[in-house]
Nanobody, 124 residues
Framework: VQLQACGGGLVQTGGSLRLSCVASGRSIGVYGMGWFRQAPGKEREFVALIKWSGGHTYYAGSVKGRFTISRDNAGSTVYLQMDSLKTEDTAVYYC??????????????????WGQGTLVTVSS
């Protein structure tokens, strides 16, 4: 499975961005996909995930109510709609895919496929 993320950019506080992650290659066996982010000088952290079948979602507390993860019906693209952005949302955002229910533990090691990252910068 190959993942290609895009949609990052520069936005002002309170603005919105939508990230996309396209999955290609052998996607059979993908249980769900998630977004992680890494701010400058900090460790990578979980943001949101979506279960491929059924669309169940889970969010980090810091983004709940502001970010929305979704997928298209074809099951090849996952989106992260980010609203009411804050300066602390500035980070490189990575999409990732996992093959089991372990993805709900929100640990990097349970996601076996990763995209290249897209930079989101929120200015005040």
């Amino acid at each position: 499975v190959q993942l290609q993320a895009c949609g990052g950019g520069l936005v002002q506080t309170g603005g919105s961005l939508r990230l996309s992650c396209v999955a290609s290659g052998r996607s059979i066996g993908v249980y769900g996909m998630g977004w992680f982010r890494q701010a400058p000088g900090k460790e990578r952290e979980f943001v949101a995930l979506i279960k491929w079948s059924g669309g169940h979602t889970y969010y980090a507390g810091s983004v709940k109510g502001r970010f929305t993860i979704s997928r298209d019906n074809a099951g090849s693209t996952v989106y992260l709609q980010m609203d009411s952005l804050k300066t602390e949302d500035t980070a490189v955002y990575y999409c990732a895919a996992g093959s089991s229910v372990a993805i709900f533990a929100r640990r990097e090691r349970d996601y076996h496929y990763w995209g290249q990252g897209t930079l989101v910068t929120v200015s005040s």
